[in-house]
């Protein structure tokens, strides 16, 4: 294990270490299940970067092929208006399909309505993203639409979960490692007293079964705008990048400063090699497809995951 003042590095050998660690209760976590926020990575080398500044990416599954009239070539775009204009207009194009369908749209209001038909002529946005906008994008970006929110969670396991989803596919990607990273929310609210940077943004779970079974939240940096000048869009500082930053202007400030053993970010790693055997400890725990998005065509899913599973257990698991 390695550490310093802001983060600390968990390394797990086997998965039973694994999912020990990243228990609710293991004491790690302090006991208070939502003064922390978890993401599952499939893998540890993956900075936490929001989906719209990734640029066109097999990982991501979004094809980058359809942008603007008036916008020359693909995102990340150099100027953050273009940049802004770009996810408006998908975020748009999104709402327009919900609602050509009878679906309802997320977060409509007549604010909403209004804003939308004021940046529709616009080829470039100073601003971006307006609060009324935040409902639809976390739906949005929930179901995989490239935006600048982040998925977390408040549940560890879940997180373990996305961390391992994919484990059949890591010997073809040569992945050597996933994660997962844990923020500290307390963290969070006293870099915002510093500089008001980080939201939390959630949305009526009632509205989203998979949001409400995952206990999903999502995490939007409000001034980008400020790593934008810095940087080329390529090169943008990841989120844990400038959380570290934050968490070192803090100390630096007048205010009172952390206690020694505060510590804001935890990443929790495990052999890619091992994932199966994670993911089959978390059908036991009750953490699956089908527990987490429930469906019928999941039920399907979840038949022959338990298959696999009996298989790997030799006996029966429901």
Not at 55 to 84: A, I, T
Not at 94 to 123: H, N, W, Y
């Amino acid at each position: 294990m390695s550490q310093n003042k802001f983060s600390k590095i968990i390394h797990c050998s086997t998965p039973e270490e694994f999912i020990s660690v990243l228990r609710p209760s293991n004491k790690l976590w302090h006991g208070a299940r939502t003064g922390w926020i978890f993401r599952g990575q499939s893998n540890s080398k993956w900075k936490l970067i929001p989906s719209a500044f990734r640029g066109e990416s097999k990982e991501s599954g979004f094809y980058y092929h359809e942008v603007p009239y008036f916008l020359d070539g693909r995102p990340p775009y150099k100027d953050l208006d273009e940049q802004n204009a770009w996810e408006f207009w998908l975020l748009d194009w999104f709402i327009e399909i919900v609602d050509s369908v009878g679906m309802k749209i997320p977060g409509d209001s007549p604010a909403l309505r209004k804003l939308r038909e004021e940046f529709k002529p616009l080829t470039k946005l100073r601003t971006w993203p307006q609060r009324e906008f935040w409902h639809a994008l976390a739906i949005a970006q929930h179901h995989g639409l490239p935006t600048r929110l982040l998925d977390f969670t408040e549940d560890s396991f879940v997180a373990t979960y996305f961390a391992c989803q994919n484990c059949d596919l890591y010997s073809k990607r040569k992945t050597k490692e996933i994660c997962v990273w844990a923020i500290n929310r307390s963290f969070l609210e006293r870099a915002n007293t510093y500089k008001k940077r980080f939201q939390v943004v959630t949305v009526p779970r009632y509205e989203n079964v998979y949001l409400h079974v995952q206990s999903g939240l999502f995490l939007l940096d409000t001034l980008i705008s400020e790593e934008w000048s810095k940087s080329t869009p390529q090169n943008i500082a990841s989120i844990d990048d400038i959380l570290k930053h934050e968490y070192e202007a803090f100390h630096n400030s007048s205010y009172p400063s952390y206690e020694e053993s505060f510590t804001a970010i935890i990443k929790i790693i495990l052999p890619a090699s091992k994932a199966f055997e994670a993911r089959a400890l978390l059908y036991r725990e009750g953490r699956h497809k089908l527990t987490l998005m429930p469906s019928y065509q999941n039920i399907i899913e979840a038949m022959k995951t338990e298959r696999d599973m009996n298989d790997y257990f030799l006996g029966p698991i429901l």
